[in-house]
């Protein structure tokens, strides 16, 4: 779960990819469809992995937001 600008709650869906030693954590927001990507050590918590992707989506969703 992400938050938007109105501090509404909103779902996000992760995809985490291993590549060798790394993971491709991908975070996709439900309502505007925005999607950011991060690379992780693959040893790395799944719960860790997911809060940098959902951490760099908020940060998209902010800046990109109107006003």
Same mark, same amino acid.
């Given at each position: 779960?992400?938050?938007?600008?109105?501090?509404?709650?909103?779902?996000?869906?992760?995809?985490?990819?291993?590549?060798?030693?790394?993971?491709?954590?991908?975070?996709?927001?439900?309502?505007?469809?925005?999607?950011?990507?991060?690379?992780?050590?693959?040893?790395?918590?799944?719960?860790?992995?997911?809060?940098?992707?959902?951490? =760099?989506?908020?940060?998209?969703? =902010? =800046?990109?937001?109107?006003?």
């Amino acid at each position: 779960m992400a938050t938007d600008r109105a501090g509404e709650r909103r779902d996000v869906f992760i995809e985490i990819v291993t590549l060798g030693n790394y993971a491709k954590v991908t975070a996709i927001d439900s309502v505007t469809g925005t999607e950011v990507s991060v690379t992780c050590p693959a040893n790395a918590s799944r719960a860790s992995m997911e809060a940098a992707a959902v951490n =760099k989506l908020e940060y998209v969703l =902010k =800046k990109n937001a109107p006003g």
